[in-house]
């Protein structure tokens, strides 16, 4: 028995000895792979290695005949809108399209893929598509706080992700077909967008309603209460619909990719519709051409006779007071349905007043009148009285408009006083109330 075990116990250190010895082995070999998966990585100082995924960067952007779309997301934690640029990249120079400002312009300038501390792609020459979103407003240094310079921080063939290097918004540079037509995709956009017009609707999930919230094509966001959670996000129009920036999550469902369906005025993704809402007393565009008598305080017949204007949502006015016209401009709000008229210079028709006249806000209840730039009144369709009613827009905090007087101005560009020095007036429009339709 002595022997057999001094046996066992021999062969017990032989197997543990060759088991070590294997082990030993086996790390050794993982080691050499691991040091040559790190010489293969590491081969390269890291200067090199960015300025080799500038070039590669560089060569992506540039692959794309048909360029790239761009969703662009504007505000700090996106709190502002979303849009949709158009991007070709090309011997160092892009090409850009977009629903910034004219969704027609399209603008060429320099671009470079630079090193920063990573690759960072830089638009360093003005365009007149891209950098508006980054410019400066008058008493907003920041504006919509938009970028123009952008880290790169991963890519496959067909979208780059970025993310912008002063707002930290990350946004994704998607491939377009070879074939792509601009114009067209624009034009398309320019469709969904006027199509999507009124701002409220129903958010229906199969045939149950489930909340009534906004897409707002002013601000570009969308905005709804489902159960206990708020949605508030910026979207992106595209050619066939919108994305918001970020899922809708019920239940376990998500839906971010939505449809329009222009004859039905429904956004649709899977099982959830966003049906447009369209208020009782909301009026298109053409509805308020023709002509209007204005009721004021005063014991006179004026009237305002309005035409298409030049530019989009505008309306041409004609004031007829004392048999004098004076030309007005107004503007239409589609997602409201309502007109507004603002305080305007007015060209003086009789000529005499040297400087023509400006159409002031004022408050005839607090016997104030405005100067400052600001102030407007809506007028709103009624439709149980059959008229439009005037509203202060409450663009003077603490005051309310509620009527307008024709100052007249002379040579030296200031207000024309009378011996009493009380301001000289071409026309008044006192307590605006309402205005009816008559042709």
């Known amino acids: 028995m002595k022997i057999k075990n001094i046996k066992e116990e021999v062969n017990d250190k032989q197997m543990k000895k060759a088991y070590f010895l294997f082990m030993a082995v086996v790390l050794t070999l993982l080691m050499q792979a691991c040091l040559h998966d790190n010489k293969t990585a590491f ?12 070039a590669d960067y560089t060569a992506l952007l540039e692959s ?6 761009l969703q662009y997301y504007a505000g700090k934690n ?3 809108g979303g849009y949709t640029l158009l991007l070709k990249f090309k011997d160092g120079q892009v090409t850009a399209m977009g629903d910034v400002l004219d969704p027609e312009v399209k603008a060429t300038s320099d671009y470079e893929v630079v090193k920063d501390q990573g690759p960072m792609l830089s638009f360093n020459v003005y365009n007149k598509v891209i950098h508006p979103l980054a410019e400066a407003w008058l008493g907003n240094p920041d504006g919509i706080q938009g970028d123009y310079e952008f880290s790169i921080l991963r890519a496959t063939t067909d979208s780059i992700v970025l993310r912008g290097r002063k707002w930290k918004n990350e946004m994704v540079l998607t491939r377009l077909p070879k074939d792509a037509n601009w114009e067209e995709i624009m034009l398309s956009i ?8 009124v701002n409220t609707y129903n958010f229906i999930q199969g045939n149950d309603t489930l909340a009534q919230g906004t897409i707002d094509p002013t ?3 969308l905005s709804v209460t489902l159960g206990k959670t708020t949605w ?12 918001l920036r970020q899922p809708i999550v019920i239940g376990n469902k998500q839906y971010q990719n939505f449809t329009w369906n222009e004859t039905d005025k429904v956004l649709t993704d899977n099982d959830l519709k966003l049906a447009q809402f369209v208020p009782k007393n909301h009026k298109t565009l053409d509805f ?8 004021t305080s005063l014991r006179k017949r004026i009237t305002l006779t309005l035409e298409l204007g030049t530019a989009a949502n505008t309306l041409k006015g004609h004031l007829l007071y004392d048999k004098v016209s004076y030309e007005l401009q107004l503007t239409y709000d589609p997602a409201t349905g309502r ?3 603002p305080g305007q210079p007015v060209i003086d028709p009789t000529y005499k007043y040297p400087a023509g006249i400006v159409l002031i806000p004022a408050s005839l209840k607090e016997k104030k009148i405005f100067g400052e730039g600001k102030g407007s009144m809506y007028f709103t369709w009624n439709g149980d009285t059959e008229r439009a009613d005037a509203e202060d827009s409450g663009q003077i905090t603490g005051h309310t408009v509620d009527s307008f007087f024709g100052v007249a101005y002379g040579e030296d560009l200031s207000p024309i006083l009378d011996p009493k020095g009380d301001y000289v007036y071409a026309f008044t429009l006192p307590n605006i109330e309402y205005m009816r339709k008559i042709k």
């Open 219 to 221: 601000t570009r966001r």
């Open 190 to 197: 320019i469709t969904v967008k006027d199509g999507m017009s």
């Open 339 to 341: 007109i507004e008229l």
């Open 288 to 295: 308020w051409v023709g002509e209007w008598q204005l009721k």
């Open 43 to 54: 081969d390269l100082p890291a200067a090199q290695r960015i300025d080799q995924s500038v």
């Open 78 to 80: 996106y709190s502002y």
């Open 64 to 69: 794309s005949e048909g360029g790239w779309m």
């Open 232 to 243: 508030d996000m910026p979207y992106c129009t595209h050619a066939t619909g919108i994305v």
